[in-house]
Structures are given as structure tokens and as C-alpha cells.
């Protein structure tokens, strides 16, 4: 593998830096208040004060100017229309200023390309540009109580009335519905199909009636995830995405949008290449107990990064990777887990500290909040045994068990 940028994707790389340099709003160049991912740009577009607000705004805008708000949607939608070795270099450079990523997860990066496959025009229409601007946040409606890795078990239902779908049920671990005006859902409208079948994608405003959110707090005081509630939510007919009975086909429509975890590999070395700095000078650091555990985890990110590398190069030669992405996110989210917990150890006692600004915290409480954050990182997303499982029988061409 060349790891060096082409003449073209050098230019591109500085191009896209300069941008950074030159738009990015000042409340984003400050150290945030703590490390916790849940104050994104979402959160500020949608629960942040006025400057946060302003800021979002102002950043989402500055990227649509250039179609970087959805760098991987095609140019007539609005999007940039980024080749994926060029959306690899743009994830990368964001993450290296700390300037976050507009539209959020689930709108950018997941209903709007579902929308653009299998959306009518008249949807791509109403829906796409709202979503591009920041004017419709969304959230995801998948997991329910009794259906999280296996997900085909859902049993939210939805009854057509009349120009109307009613529906009826339970969603938890909704991660952006306290931040989002718009949801998007898988329910049962065929209850006598195979699980796989008889399910439907229907979207919503969340400020129907009958649409309930509670917040779970987690261990370490966050709210990043809700359980959502329908009684009776009444959705019009045509907000449905493809067939009906067919959502199960639209709900996996994955497109590989989200280009390889670029973000997080980066973010990892550059997490700990400032670990291994300061505990070099920082008296607080029992070097020569963690010595060897740092050397590992800078090894281990170089790893993932090139992990990450493979996929974005498969997909840029046009392949699909199957078990390859399932590598590299079980490595991701276990690796993100031994981070922490060198972080944890590099400062021993003093990582019990909680508060950012005490004047005995270690690098702002970033490995202790952190420790706690990345408990449900090999669950979020896929478990590590459904991924495990995927490279056992697609990747290794073992028996089902």
C-alpha cells in the first residue's frame, strides 16, 4: 500500500485544510468544556446556547457553500459529490482541527442516502434539503426492548387507516431523539411474515401526538441514549420509504456512507500520541508501570488506522466490504475500551478525579469520563460477538454453529 497522498489528493488534503482554517467558527477552535461526544454539532444546533447555535449555524453553512455538509451525496442533491478517497481525506482533516461533522449521523449519513436509493422525487424533494441545512435533525428508530442484535424481532406496529399509518410500540437506545425534530423507524405492518418480512420504513415529525421521549441516563451521568414511546402516532401514508413489507431491505440500505471510521482512527492516535507526551514530563505519570501498555496502544492505533485504510482503498476500487468493516469496528470499539483503561492506569488514583478543572486532574478527566463512556462501545452499533460471528462465517468460511 502507498500511504502517500497522490499530487491530486494533496491538493485536496490543503484545500480542504485551508477551508478549515479560514471558516471554521471560533467556538469551535476553543477546548470544550469536558470531552463528552454527546455536545456535537447536533446537540449545539439543537440544545446548545445561543453562541453554540450560532456557531452550528454558521459552520453547517460554511460547508453547503461547497457541498461539504454531505460530502458523499451526489452534486445535484447538494451534496459535494466526494470520490471515497477524497471523503477519506475530508473525515480526516475535520477530525485532526476537532471540527465536527454537520448533519448528524442519522440525517447526512443515513436517511438522506436511504432517501436518495429508494425515495420517490417528490420525497427527495420535500425531505433532502431541510435535512441538508439542519433544519430537519433526525433520529433512529430501530432497536426496541426485545429487539437490539437481533433487530428483525422489532414488534412496533403500524396499521394502515385510511390515508394514515397508526402506530403502536416501543424503541430504546433512540441515541438523538432529546436532540432531534425528525425520526425515521422500522414497525411491523405485517405481523403473520417471516420476521424479516412485514416490516416497513416510516419517518415522522417528532412533534406528533402520542410520540413520548424519556430520557436513560447512563453510569457516568450522560444522557446519550432515550427510550421512545408510541400510542397511537399517527404518520401519513406516504411517509413511507419503498414497499411496504419491504423496510427490512430499505432499513439495511448502508451505502457505505460512512467511509471507513476515519474519524475515529484519527482521533485514537491522536489521543494517544498526547498520552504518551505528556506522561514523559507530567510528574502525576507512573511511566515505568505504563510504559509498555502506551507502547501497545500507539502500535494498536497505527493498526485500526490502517485498518480503516483497507476499506476506504476496497471501496475506492469499487468493492463492498463485508467482513473487512466488521474488523475494523470490533477493533475500534475494543481498542477505544484499552485506551481508557491505559489512561486509567498511566495516572493510578489520581484518574478517580471527575471534575475537568480540579488542579490534580490528568489531562481534564479525558481518560476517566472516557472509561466510562466506552462501556457500551462493543454493543453500539453491532456487538462484538455479532461482528466476531460475521468474521467466523464471512470472512473465514466457518460453519454456522
Known amino acids: 500500500m502507498d500511504w502517500e497522498d497522490s499530487a491530486e489528493q494533496a491538493a485536496f488534503r490543503q484545500d480542504v485544510r485551508s477551508f478549515i482554517q479560514q471558516r471554521l467558527p471560533e467556538f469551535y477552535r476553543r477546548p470544550k468544556e469536558d470531552d463528552d461526544p454527546e455536545t456535537d454539532w447536533q446537540h449545539d444546533m439543537f440544545l446548545g446556547t445561543d453562541d453554540a447555535k450560532a456557531a452550528a449555524r454558521e459552520w453547517i453553512d460554511a460547508l453547503a457553500e461547497r457541498g461539504w455538509s454531505a460530502p458523499h451525496w451526489p452534486k445535484e442533491y447538494g451534496g459535494g459529490g466526494l470520490s471515497t478517497i477524497e471523503q477519506f481525506i475530508f473525515k480526516q482533516e475535520l477530525a485532526l482541527a476537532h471540527a465536527p461533522e454537520v448533519g448528524g449521523v442519522n440525517g447526512v449519513g443515513q436517511f438522506g442516502p436511504t432517501l436518495l436509493v429508494h425515495g420517490t422525487e417528490e420525497q427527495k424533494k420535500k425531505f433532502l434539503p431541510p435535512t441538508l441545512t439542519g433544519e430537519y435533525l433526525w433520529a433512529q428508530g430501530y432497536s426496541e426492548p426485545g429487539a437490539g442484535s437481533d433487530l428483525a424481532s422489532l414488534q412496533t406496529r403500524a396499521v394502515r387507516e385510511g390515508d394514515e399509518w397508526v402506530v403502536n410500540g416501543q424503541k430504546l437506545w433512540t441515541s438523538n431523539a432529546h436532540k432531534s425534530n425528525w425520526i425515521f423507524m422500522l414497525v411491523r405492518t405485517d405481523p403473520d411474515a417471516p420476521k424479516h418480512r412485514g416490516i416497513s420504513f416510516l419517518f415522522t415529525s417528532m412533534e406528533v401526538p402520542g410520540l413520548t421521549v424519556r430520557p436513560i441516563i447512563s453510569a457516568g451521568w450522560r444522557h446519550a441514549t432515550n427510550e421512545t414511546f408510541y400510542e397511537d402516532v399517527r404518520i401519513p401514508a406516504d411517509q413511507i420509504v419503498g414497499e411496504v413489507n ?11 456512507f460512512e467511509r471507513a471510521g476515519i474519524a475515529g482512527a484519527t482521533e485514537q492516535r491522536r489521543t494517544m500520541g498526547e498520552l ?3 506522561a514523559k514530563s507530567d510528574p502525576l505519570a507512573r511511566r515505568a508501570l505504563v510504559r509498555n ?36 469496528k470490533m477493533y475500534s470499539s475494543e481498542l477505544s475500551q484499552r485506551i481508557a483503561r491505559t489512561g486509567m492506569k498511566t495516572y493510578g488514583l489520581y484518574a478517580n478525579i471527575w ?3 480540579d488542579e490534580y486532574t490528568p ?3 479525558r481518560h476517566t469520563r472516557a472509561y466510562i463512556r466506552t462501556i457500551p462501545s462493543t454493543i ?5 460477538e455479532i461482528q466476531r460471528n460475521i468474521i467466523a462465517t464471512r470472512g473465514l468460511g466457518l460453519p454456522r454453529g
Not at 419491504?246 to 457505505?256: A, E, H, N, S
Not at 453500539?380 to 462484538?384: D, E, K, L, T
Request: charged content about 25%; cysteine-free; hydrophobic content about 40%.
Open 246 to 256: 419491504r423496510g427490512w431491505y430499505v432499513g439495511m440500505t448502508l451505502l457505505d
Open 276 to 278: 504518551a507526551e505528556r
Open 293 to 328: 501498555d502506551i507502547t501497545d496502544r500507539v502500535i494498536e492505533t497505527e493498526v485500526g488506522y490502517n485498518l480503516s485504510l483497507r476499506i476506504a482503498s476496497m471501496q475506492a476500487r469499487g468493492l463492498i466490504p463485508n467482513y473487512e468493516a466488521s474488523m475494523g
Open 355 to 357: 471534575s475537568p478543572d
Open 363 to 365: 489531562l481534564r478527566a
Open 380 to 384: 453500539a452499533g453491532g456487538s462484538s
